[in-house]
């Protein structure tokens, strides 16, 4: 793809050595404590309240359905107001999440809280920072996504010690109580001192614009078609194989200490696989990455499925699939639509990824019941391989724009 072709920014925006550590630091905290936060305090919740773990943990699922109906309002107000507001919100609306959540006094309040959760989530995961970088520095955000994902992959690296010691020492309510007081107290005002994107730059290129081959508008939604569906299916994958990874390692004969020493290769095989395209994504348009990512996680289920000796290898494939995953979900549309209403095109491509994610633990759970543990890996991966085709579509699709020499 060749150098995009941008007018200089209308006003002075604020260094990425500032906003990148910022968004980094945060998206660690907001992903600990929504996302990955019921993998730790499940079954303390569950153990102590009595309440059935499978409605617990169907509180992710309704946060999840919540933040995709809102993601495209959410893209739409960063396009229109910048990041600062919508990522502070965040940081209001998961703190009070928190708060409800650690003062429920049943499991309907408890259930009902996500909504807020979800609503927090939608505002301020990673589309919503995505969006903010999108809009601040053009093409040349691409790069700070790259290694703004390397923060956020360390999220359950950093917070699953974190809940587990607060757990221990506070009980679930009190670590949820410190969480809310951390995004109240911490992220709340790191959002905004340090996202100071109140004036837009003025972003020349538009989809069609002067930094790519001018497409026309039937071709541009079949191309947004096949991105959407594609990344749905990403997502999707990656929620069932990590909300149901113990339990297809444990129906292999390992033991629970060997099915998590496994698993955990997943998310170091992650951040590899990011800090080397952060070397070398210069040298090549998104889509390839996009095309590098499926093609791993085909080929990591695949051998997942087919039982090899050594599992760490297909872990570590499926991990790094995973990995590319991320950056190409961010990436890829802002070098096919440009950056001057990124915002909202992520928006609209979050919500069919976020209520497919939202859905992905129940099916799962389906298929391991009706086709056994080895089973549904077959068919998640039958589902992968579709999703390599889908990717080669697209490829094919946008060849005017990946063909052209940088």
Known sequence: MSTSTVTAPAVRVPSPRLIVPALGITQILAWGSSYYLLAVLAQPIAADTGWPLTW??????????????????????????????????????????LLALALAPN????????????????????????????????????????????????????????????????????????????????????????????QAPSWSQAAGGPDKPAQPARRLRGIFALLALAIM?????????????????????????????????????????????????????????????????ALGLGLLWAGIPIVAIALMLYGAGIGLESIARATLPLALFGAANYAPIMGRLAMPSLIAQALAPALGAVLIQTAGARGAVGAIAVVAVGNVALTLALLAMTAPQWRVRR
């Open 56 to 97: 617990i943990v169907a509180g992710l699922s309704l946060g999840l359905l919540i933040a995709g109906l809102a993601s495209p309002v959410v893209g739409r107000q960063i396009h229109r107001r910048g990041g600062r507001p919508v990522l502070a919100a965040s940081a209001i609306l998961l703190g009070l999440g």
């Open 107 to 198: 499991l309907v309040v408890f259930v009902a809280a996500w909504i807020a959760m979800g609503l927090g989530m939608g505002a301020g995961l990673y589309d919503a920072a995505f969006s903010t970088l999108g809009r601040l520095y053009g093409q040349a955000a691409r790069h700070y996504i790259t290694t703004l994902t390397l923060f956020g992959g360390l999220a359950s690296t950093a917070c699953w010690p974190l809940s587990a010691l607060l757990v221990s020492e506070l009980g679930w309510r009190g670590a949820c109580a410190s969480y809310a007081a951390i995004h109240l107290l911490f992220s709340l005002p790191v959002y905004l001192l340090a996202i100071d994107d109140r």
């Open 233 to 297: 299916i990403g997502s999707m994958l990656s929620t069932v194989i990590s909300v149901h990874l113990l339990t297809i390692l444990q129906s292999r004969g390992l033991a629970l200490a060997s099915a998590v020493a496994l698993g955990a290769m997943v998310g170091p095989s992650q951040v590899g696989a990011r800090f080397i395209e952060m070397l070398v994504s210069r040298y090549h348009h998104p889509i390839w990455t996009k095309l590098v990512s499926v093609s791993l996680v």
